[in-house]
């Protein structure tokens, strides 16, 4: 065919972990191609949904190779906008990471797929008069109706309000516009309709002011404050201001973070519901956020992680709550750093981007100490509570009691006594950490991970928290046969227990993800505990997250040490974050509160710092040891993460990708074990490559990882490249 070598060519991104897109011909379809529309191709046998990343005018390949698009599934509807096209690229490029997995990432699940279809526009229901006439009778016996009808007295409904009102509401729907009860017509933006806040502290209002000051440019502002210090209301007066401005706005939480409390709190205080996603809900609830969001009828979007690449036409501000908070760094797959994307995104849009934080990660602290970042504090609570007291108790001198010294023990009922609530923070579930034998010392271990299993006596199962196996607990040693076996150590399980039998009249609220596996069932025990009735709270870092528990006025923090002497250079950063985001829940209201710390070494240079000065210094201690050790964020890293059941296999790969490191300033370490050598039933090894400058990581990198795929020991190995790293 003459005309073929004037065909546009199409870059595909396809869901493969490979490295690269895929060309393809237009094929005869009465559409113009474009970057951002999603195409059905064949690969091999199969036909597989890509999206087209560019429309370039030649291919590598001679063109009577190239398949033909088989179908256009959505027409000429973009699934990508041309600016969120420019971020993936921007972070397959940077992330070095196959950009299919990464485009696809960035889609609803039902999008993924064939079958999925872009949904129409989003309608409302509203009464015809019709049907206002029949809702002025009695319902008769069209209950489910009515109660649709009813939902639609005063103004129109969404499908997201009357999904809540019966489960089949879908069919319920269909019956009244079958009967002219009911019209659809396209949903019109909600009407903004702001309650009025409190008046803002000197703070508040300087930190709004400057988050004003710059919208319509790009521009990062570290929100600094702690707990109670009234973060969410500079958000709200913000968020007002790009609202009434028509713009759209995406807030970011970290995955325990995003409440129902939260949420509400935005719908009062704005007078509309805010969309909300995250991957807990169905893939048809997050075709519908995805839909409201590119549509423009979703002015603000909360949403964890995966949220930041939704496509927004107006998007005028991105705010980050939590910024320290691991869950926005994607752990597996394609690695990215949510909050760093997010700051790309800001400034690719020309918006600001808001860091909220009690405690900032020394990346972002660093930023804003070299004045990257507008740094905003708020030292005072809002409500005017005072910062809670420390007391740190010397557990050598101590006498205990399940892991608690008696002084904690006299202090949370003393607490009781008042009326008042207490917090009994562990970071580890289960009853106990391991399970061993008295008369020969053997211990429970996972068959796949180099990790104990931890003993769960409520269910009578032993289980590794990182790989989920698990089997019943043996009545005797499997190894002696005796009748000897022991949990060594406390867990939450066994806190609570304890803590039941000394004070066997208070209720007892256990936090954790074994007891709060149910949906609502966090909820459910957080209503309890605002409900205000003297309690014991006992929990894991899930206690931690941004809740607003009035009545706690002592926190007792059982254990942290091993944080201060591990092998991990970020394990003291996030002891520093926990120890104050757990301390923030004490006596937040009107009542004073206290923590009591429990440690075995209450002269701990760094425990000493946070203590006395508080975390800024303790942040600012830590940020010269990184600097004169020479790690992040001083420096930049990068990982090649290998994992085969043989170590010789991921020895043999990453010895060869050692030597192909191109030759520069930055350096190639390794390789290392993962500190978890053995999950799942993999051997896990890295190398670390490490330079002074990101350019000067990246250049070498980008030099390196394409060649990877060659080495002979390659094909043995699972290997992926994790660019600044959380965890080794
Ligand atoms: P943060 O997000 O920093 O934890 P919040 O915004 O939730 O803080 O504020 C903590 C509490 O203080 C909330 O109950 C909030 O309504 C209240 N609050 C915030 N700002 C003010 C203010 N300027 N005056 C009075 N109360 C305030
Ligand atoms: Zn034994
Ligand atoms: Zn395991």
Same mark, same amino acid.
């Given at each position: ?30 559409? !113009? ?129 009357? $999904? ?104 009062? $205080? ?34 964890? $992680? ?80 005072? &910062? ?25 009922? &003393? ?7 207490? *917090?009994?923070?562990?970071?580890? $579930? ?59 150590? &406390? ?37 309890? !505990? ?23 006025? *002592? ?38 509160? &206290? ?115 060659? *080495?002979?020991?390659?094909?043995? !190995? ?11």
């Amino acid at each position: 065919m003459q005309s073929s070598s004037r065909q546009p060519v199409l870059r595909v991104a396809l869901a493969l972990p490979l490295r690269q897109l895929f060309d393809y011909l237009p094929g005869d379809h009465a559409i !113009v191609a474009r970057p951002g529309m999603r195409v059905l191709v064949p690969f091999g046998r199969r036909k597989m949904v890509g999206v087209i990343v560019e429309v370039a005018d030649k291919s590598d390949l001679p063109l009577e190779k190239l398949a033909d698009v088989s179908a256009y599934p959505d027409g000429e509807q973009l699934v990508l906008t041309d600016e969120t096209l420019e971020l993936l690229e921007w972070c397959w490029r940077y992330y070095k990471h196959a950009p299919g997995e990464v485009v696809f990432n960035a889609l609803p699940p039902l999008l993924r797929k064939a079958e999925g279809e872009i949904p129409p526009p989003p309608v409302q229901y509203s009464l015809t008069t019709a049907g206002e006439k029949r809702l002025q009778e009695p319902p008769g016996r069209i209950k489910a109706q009515y109660r649709l009808l009813g939902e639609m007295r005063e103004e129109a409904a969404t499908d997201s309000q009357l $999904r809540t009102l019966t489960s089949t509401w879908r069919k319920t729907l269909a019956r009244l516009l079958e009967q002219g009860w009911v019209q659809a017509d396209t949903q019109q933006p909600a009407p903004l309709n702001p309650g009025a806040g409190p008046d803002l502290l000197e703070e508040q209002q300087v930190a709004v002011t400057a988050i004003s000051a710059s919208l319509g440019k790009f521009h990062c502002h570290l929100l600094d404050g702690v707990t109670g210090s009234g973060k969410t209301e500079v958000y709200l007066c913000v968020l007002e201001q790009v609202l009434r401005q028509g713009g759209q706005a995406l807030l970011l939480v970290p995955e325990i973070g995003l409440t129902p409390q939260l949420v509400s709190r935005f719908h009062q $205080r704005l007078g509309f519901e805010p969309v909300v996603t995250h991957s807990g809900l169905s893939e048809g609830q997050r075709l519908a956020a995805w839909a409201m969001a590119k549509s423009g009828l979703a002015r603000l979007v909360i949403g964890t $992680r995966s949220a930041l690449f939704l496509p927004m036409p107006d998007l005028q501000l991105i705010i980050l709550d939590e910024e320290h908070d691991a869950s926005f760094k994607q752990q597996d797959g394609f690695r990215y750093s949510s909050r760093d994307v997010a700051v790309k995104r800001a400034a690719g849009l020309g918006v600001p981007v808001v860091l909220g934080t009690a405690t900032p990660s020394l990346e972002t602290f660093n930023n804003a100490a070299a004045d990257r970042y507008s740094w905003h504090r708020l030292r005072q609570r809002a409500t005017g509570a005072a &910062e809670p007291t420390w007391r740190v108790l010397d557990l050598c001198q101590q006498s205990m009691k399940g892991g608690i010294s008696s002084t904690a023990m006299d202090a949370i009922g &003393e607490t009781l006594g008042k009326g008042e609530q207490a *917090l009994v923070f562990l970071n580890r $579930r289960g009853y106990a950490p391991v399970i061993l034998c008295h008369e020969c010392g053997w211990h429970a271990a996972c068959q796949r991970c180099d990790a104990n299993l931890t003993w769960l006596k409520g269910t009578n199962r032993l289980l590794c928290h990182h790989c989920d196996s698990g089997m019943r607990v043996p009545v005797m040693c499997p190894e002696c046969n005796a009748d000897a076996l022991q949990g060594a150590g &406390e867990g939450t399980e066994q806190l609570e227990q304890m803590l039941a039998s000394v004070f066997p009249k208070t209720p007892l609220l256990r936090f954790d993800r074994d007891a709060v596996r149910k949906k609502g069932e966090f909820d459910r025990l957080s209503e309890q !505990v605002k409900a205000g009735e003297s309690c014991l709270l006992v929990g894991t870092q899930m206690l931690a997250k941004g809740h607003h528990f009035p009545q706690v006025t *002592l926190v007792v923090i059982v254990n942290l040490d091993q944080a201060l002497y591990s092998a991990d250079f970020r394990a003291l950063e996030r002891m520093g974050q926990l120890m104050v985001q757990v301390a923030g829940r004490a006596g937040r209201d009107q009542l004073p509160g &206290e923590v009591i710390l429990q440690t075995h070494y209450p002269q701990h240079e760094a425990l000493l710092t946070l203590l006395q000065s508080g975390y800024e210094a303790f942040a600012a201690d830590l940020s010269a040891d990184r600097q004169a050790a020479r790690l992040p964020p001083f420096t930049y890293q990068a990982l090649l993460r290998s994992d085969a059941h043989d170590r010789n296999d991921v020895r043999a790969f990453l010895n060869q990708a050692k030597q192909i490191f191109p030759a520069g300033e930055a350096m190639i370490y390794g390789p290392f074990p993962a500190m978890m050598e053995r999950r799942s039933g993999r051997i896990r090894w890295y190398l670390l490559a490490q330079a002074d400058t990101r350019p000067l990581l990246h250049r070498q990198l980008d030099g390196w990882v394409p060649q990877l795929k060659k *080495l002979p020991a390659a094909r043995k !190995v699972r290997w992926s490249v994790d660019v600044d790293p959380q965890d080794y």
